[in-house]
């Protein structure tokens, strides 16, 4: 089945423990992307990857990192996480060939809680 | 940057009958596409239906529709024949016809319905 997977689902930590979520789609899809998401400003682009080893800043990158060292995995990494990134995650993966036909896949969400 | 707007934070509707929820947009680009989004409960990102830009006819989805005015830059959904399942969070969402920033997606603040029984 195709699918994004994305772990864990749900994660209560504390201020300045160093944190990963991972994610993994089983597509071949070229592009990769972690968005958050906060009431009333929808989701929000973090973080993209558009092929192995090729990553860049999205629109709210402050306080993450990501890496892109398989084509399959893209985690998400908050080396000192602060309770304004308490929020709902997505990781998001598509190809890159024609627009009409690179449709976003979603993965489940992680809801992060930092106290 | 394109932005995308939703004006209704809420809305509810009695079961079977039709709602409408509103979406504007702002962007310099000509091509683009437009998608409605659902998620319910379980927190999943479902694809309602998608609009591309360069095309007069308006997406149709089995009792999901879409208002696309493309001078007002006008993008509604409408639900028809409302079902208890249909109650969710909605979001609009743009995209630019490049690949650009990996296919990302400009989401709206989303749009909380709610059907009656």
């Known amino acids: 089945e195709a699918q994004v997977t994305q772990n864990p689902r749900y994660l209560i930590t504390v201020t300045g423990k160093k944190l990963t979520v991972t994610c993994s789609q089983n597509?071949?899809?070229?592009?990769m992307s972690w968005y958050r998401q906060d009431p009333g400003l929808g989701l929000r682009q973090i973080y993209y990857?558009?092929?192995?080893?090729?990553?860049d800043k999205g629109d709210v990158p402050e306080g993450y990192k990501v890496s892109r060292k398989e084509k399959r995995n893209f985690p998400l990494i908050l080396e000192s996480p602060s309770p304004n990134q308490t929020s709902l995650y997505f990781c998001?993966?598509?190809?890159?060939?024609?627009?009409?036909?690179?449709?976003?896949?979603f993965g489940p969400g992680t809801r992060l809680t930092v106290l | 940057a394109q932005t995308v707007t939703q004006s209704q934070p809420e809305m509810s509707v009695q079961e079977a009958e039709t709602v409408t929820l509103s979406c504007t947009y702002d962007?310099?680009?000509?091509?683009?596409?437009l998608f409605w989004y659902k998620q319910p409960p379980s927190r999943q990102m479902i694809l309602v239906i998608r609009?591309?830009?360069?095309?007069?006819q308006n997406a149709t989805e089995n009792r999901f529709s879409v208002n696309f005015q493309k001078a007002a830059k006008s993008f509604s959904l409408k639900i028809s024949d409302s079902q208890l399942g249909d109650a969710a969070m909605y979001f609009c969402?743009?995209?630019?016809?490049?690949?650009?920033?990996?296919?990302?997606?400009?989401f709206g603040g989303g749009t909380r319905l709610m059907v009656k029984p």
């Open positions: 998001a993966s598509s190809t890159s060939g024609l627009a009409d036909d690179n449709e976003q896949f």
């Open positions: 597509m071949n899809h070229e592009y």
């Open positions: 990857s558009m092929n192995v080893e090729v990553t």
């Open positions: 962007t310099s680009e000509s091509d683009y596409y």
């Open positions: 609009q591309e830009a360069y095309k007069q």
């Open positions: 969402a743009y995209r630019s016809f490049l690949n650009n920033a990996g296919n990302m997606l400009t």
